[in-house]
């Protein structure tokens, strides 16, 4: 757990996502939130933050593999939705 949010948001900073992969000295990481709302689709800050936790990952060396968002009976992936791309040979496309 790196934030518990509230009803309707949660601060998230590349900072905090990525101390324990860094600590544990990960080879990538995979994120994901619910939306207690029960609808998994991404705002515009879910993509935005999506967007910095790649970026920063790029920087480390630490891809993002998927962001997941799970919703009441479904779940959405950045991946499956073409928003998060890997470009390392280690990781599956």
Do not use: C, W
């Not at 990960?26 to 910095?52: F, K």
């Amino acid at each position: 757990t790196v934030t518990i949010g509230l009803l309707t948001s949660t601060l998230v900073h590349p900072r905090e996502v990525f101390a324990g992969p860094l600590k544990d000295r990960a080879a990538a990481v995979i994120v994901a939130h619910n939306h207690p709302s029960g609808i998994s689709n991404p705002s515009d800050e879910d993509i935005e933050t999506t967007q910095q936790l790649v970026a920063a990952g790029l920087i480390m060396e630490i891809p993002v593999i998927d962001h997941y968002i799970l919703g009441k009976e479904e779940h959405f992936s950045f991946r499956m939705h073409h928003l998060i791309e890997t470009h390392s040979s280690r990781f599956y496309a």
